[in-house]
Nanobody, 119 residues
Framework: QVQLVESGGGLVQAGGSLRLSCAAS????????MGWYRQVPGKQRELVAT???????NYADSVKGRFTISRDNAKNTVNLQMDSLKPEDTGVYYC?????????????WGQGTQVTVSS
């Protein structure tokens, strides 16, 4: 079993920055993908950014150049540095972990952390 715990959410003005962190514990596979997804009430969760255990990153077009995802394989943690935040970045941000090669729905979710960007 895998557990994910997020932290770092909060309220910030447009143009500001936040740093989210996620710590994974339990039966962690050496080859995995960790990432961040966000959700607004009434809408489906959407990809923000992912990073593989090998360091390959993927970003949603809406956050490219503003967000940076990173990880520490030894500690099984993943971080999301969010700069130049916009009101449309508001939502609940969820950490996710999946074994390399499996579907998103077969992975694990954290409890989520609220990010609110005011205009």
């Amino acid at each position: 079993q895998v557990q994910l715990v997020e932290s770092g959410g909060g309220l910030v003005q447009a143009g500001g920055s936040l740093r989210l962190s996620c710590a994974a514990s339990g039966n962690i596979f050496s080859l995995n993908v960790m990432g961040w997804y966000r959700q607004v009430p009434g809408k489906q969760r959407e990809l923000v950014a992912t990073i593989t255990s090998g360091g390959t990153t993927n970003y949603a077009d809406s956050v490219k150049g503003r967000f940076t995802i990173s990880r520490d394989n030894a500690k099984n943690t993943v971080n999301l540095q969010m700069d130049s935040l916009k009101p449309e970045d508001t939502g609940v941000y969820y950490c996710h972990l999946r074994r390399s090669g499996v579907l998103l729905l077969n992975g694990y979710w954290g409890q989520g952390t609220q990010v609110t960007v005011s205009s």
